[in-house]
């Protein structure tokens, strides 16, 4: 075979220039954890506006419109970029090296999926500066109120996310080839790690729910530009019809925030219990069954809207059923605790953390799942508590234990464990002094999604303790900041400094652009500890 | 000891009713069966909660590295079925009996109890949604804004909606049961009996326009006899255009962002405006919103329409 050697430019080589014209997925990867970085900051400042707001009754630190446009594009940005996108980010830096690969099997797409993200991201951001400001319908975008909005502001939510939807079906599409094609020798599917596997059902999820996202807000964007009446009851539209296409994607949306998430769970206790995961194929299988399940599932959102019973004791059954999987899932990294020697570095505190976050959000879910509990609880601070419960509690938590984990393996230098710590208590007790009062808040009464609340007492206190919970929460964000700023000058972290199990720790750190020199043979699901195994045997270790 | 754990879980759960660990103290049968329900899975998930809290605690305790050197590895166990089959099965089982007892309790939450059952023939009002205020109307043609007044310990019927031109809102008062959304043309049905005399407040649940967070509900339960006097009256009154229905509309539709006196807030100030003073320029607008004010008052009928116009003349249009 003809060796075509490429020429570029010089200035392709420049330190910064090089960063724009990479191809590089371990580059790629940093890109999208850099980019997100920086969007769920800008969101946790909004967020921190909001509780302000809240932090009494009959506060004016916002407007009322200001209000609705901070809750819209903190929900907005948290799902579709901080999350999601993050999640791609780890995927990318970590997918071609736990499975041995050069690179993701599409170089090219997988830039212009970053790309295509970032000028997405920006639409979003920037749309604070359009005319009358930054959508304000709530990142449902329910119509008909998000029809009759006037400003540009929901056509630039809509163009951001249609920039977005484009972006990840190429990353989707990427994971899945380079999954199902570049695995190394001996690399079966019984012995891929945990993560990628959360990552081939991500990926699948994101083929087959975003272009439901897609038409909805298609039709959505003709009934604000056109007439065109699909969701609008004036012109004989269904506003209903809406929520359902809605749904269809954004239930499957939140697992595609979880199980990614779950899958650096997966990852991290083994290592710090120094154990195998328990139930591999367990955890495994119950990955896909969650996948799929959640396509099933999408009208418990909608219990309120006056569905017949028979479809809410659907929808109640296929969300319970779900649980079923998440607990099994629970169960083994809890086994995977029993008769370990647990390390307690800050990966593992926040994965610990994880573990007893997500299962608060997991319990709250079967009341939310109980449809005549959820006439009562339905768009009510209780379903904020909820849902910051396992998409912060869950996602968040896990993502910072991937950083912790993984930051030695991008950079060559480990974060600082001791102000690792301490950022890990901050957040972990602010997150619940921020969201656990809000349970109750949303039992009492009160509704999301608003700017004032009525002057009583408990009402009071419980928002002042969210309020304070959430700075908490902020300051431990920020010794995260500081961490990552000092890292520069951190320890040298060596190829492997976690005695981890899996390929990317086998080639040095940070990687060279051609990730390994050579891959060892997979003889299971954790090549690196069989290496350590057989080093020893023949006393080299 | 049984009977001291019989006599403390009410008494806590009273105690966590109130403090918002459970919904509010239920004051309408449909509301208790969803207490009921609440309770019924809260003893499942509080004994799954404390064992996966527990395990956790526990094994972190016991399994620390303590001592050890760092790196030794931990007992090599890579699963085992039984317990994989017995943590698949038990949630099946408890999500089982959670689902069942949902069931069971739906009709005591759903249905609207028959004529014959107690609380009687039920009182049949429509609750419509609009930006920002709710409007009722009883079956004789009364109209009330906001606050609506229902018979003590009679069932009470809820046809909820919203008009065609307006966006969904959800009709929500904790006390007598779950929301339903009011959706522009479409009707859902709920019903309540309020077991006590009292006011019990709600507000809308469904993100509706800038002024969601003040669109309050409220319901009034008084004794039989008063509501039905009430009833009667008030239709009288509001025939002759006699009753304070315009006072109403303005204080519900107009006062959340034009000010209680007309002073102005994040809509202009009508006291001493041109409009006040002008019937007709007030019913063009009402009717087809202006700027960023919504169609608020399209499908009124004219005696609200005067009611209101009066008042403002009146109120208003004097100077306040």
Known sequence: ?541 | MLLVLVLLVPAGAAVAANAGFAPVEPESPNAEAINDSYAWVAIFTGAIFLLVQGSLLWFIYRYRRGRRPRGEDGAQVHGNTNLELAWTIAPVLILVAIGSFVFYKLPDIKDIPSASAAGGEPVEVTVKGYRFYWQYTYPNGVIAMDRMRAPVDRNVSLAITAPEFDVIHSWWIPALGGKFDAIPGETNESWFRAERAGVYRGQCAEFCGIQHAVMTAEVEAVPGDEFDEWLESEAEAQEAGESDLGEQTYAAACAKCHGLAGQGDIGPPLAGSALAADPELAEEIVRNGRGEMPPIGQDWEERQMAALTEYLQEGLGSGG
């Not at chain 1, 359009?130 to 630039?156: H, K, M």
């Not at chain 1, 974060?415 to 957040?427: D, V």
């Open chain 1, 1 to 541: 075979m003809a060796v075509r050697v490429e020429t570029v430019p010089r200035w392709y080589h420049g330190r910064f220039a090089s960063w724009f014209v990479t191809v590089d997925h371990k580059r790629i990867g940093i890109l999208y954890i850099a980019t997100a970085g920086f969007f769920f900051l800008c969101a946790g400042v909004m967020a921190l506006l909001m509780r302000t707001q809240l932090a009494q009754a009959d506060m004016s630190v916002v407007e009322q419109d200001g209000y609705n446009q901070l809750f819209t594009v903190h929900g907005t940005m948290m799902v579709f970029l901080v999350v999601v996108p993050i999640l791609a980010g780890f995927g990318n830096f970590l997918v071609p090296l736990m499975i041995g690969a050069r690179d993701m099997a599409f170089p090219r797409l997988n830039a212009m999926s970053y790309w295509l993200y970032l000028f997405g991201g920006l639409v979003l951001l920037f749309s604070f500066f359009a005319d009358q400001g930054a959508p304000q319908a709530g990142w449902t975008s329910y119509p008909p109120f998000s029809v009759y909005t006037d400003g540009p502001g929901q056509d630039l939510l809509i163009l951001s996310l249609h920039i977005l939807t484009v972006s990840s079906l190429a990353g989707a599409i990427n994971f899945i080839v380079t999954i199902h094609n570049m695995r190394t020798r001996g690399m079966s599917w019984t012995r891929l790690p945990l993560f990628v596997w959360s990552i081939e059902v991500y990926a699948a999820l994101l083929l087959l729910v975003l272009p439901a996202l897609s038409a909805g807000l298609t039709l959505l964007l003709l009934d604000r530009q056109f007439d065109t009446g699909f969701f609008v009851p004036t012109d004989g539209g269904s506003p209903v019809l809406y929520q359902h296409v809605f749904w269809f994607f954004g239930h499957p949306e939140v697992y595609i925030m979880i199980l990614p998430a779950m899958g650096i769970i997966s990852e991290v206790i083994p290592v710090f219990a120094r154990k195998p995961i328990f139930g591999y194929k367990a955890i495994a299988f119950s990955t896909v069954a969650i996948g799929f399940y959640s396509l099933l599932v999408w009208a418990h959102h909608m219990f309120t809207v006056g569905m017949p019973n028979f479809l809410n004791g659907f929808f109640m059954v296929s969300s319970m059923i779900i649980a079923v999987p998440t607990g099994v899932k629970i169960f083994n990294w809890l086994a995977t605790l029993w008769r370990g020697n647990l390390h307690f570095d800050t990966a593992m505190l926040f994965s610990l953390g994880f573990l007893s976050t997500f299962t608060i959000g997991g319990l709250s879910g079967i009341f939310l799942a109980a449809f005549p509990i959820d006439w009562q609880v339905h768009d009510t601070y209780y379903v904020v508590a909820h849902f910051h419960y396992v998409l912060f509690g869950g996602s968040i938590l896990a993502i910072l234990a991937g950083l912790f984990y993984w930051w030695p393996k991008m950079f060559g230098r480990m974060l600082g464990e001791r102000l690792g710590k301490w950022s890990f208590w901050f957040i972990f007790v602010g997150f619940n002094l921020t969201f656990f009062p809000q349970h109750m808040l949303g039992l009492l009464g009160m509704p999301r999604r608003v700017y004032t609340y009525r002057e009583d007492g408990l009402w009071e206190g419980y928002n002042l303790a969210s309020s304070i919970g959430s700075y908490v929460m902020g300051i431990g964000i920020l010794l995260v900041v500081w961490n990552i700023w000092r890292s520069r000058k951190g320890r040298r972290a060596g190829n492997d400094p976690w005695l981890a199990d899996t390929l990317e720790w086998f080639t040095t750190s940070p990687p060279p652009p051609h990730n390994f020199d050579r891959v060892p043979y997979v003889t299971s699901a954790r090549p690196l500890y069989d290496l350590r195994r057989r080093l020893k045997e023949r006393g080299a270790l």
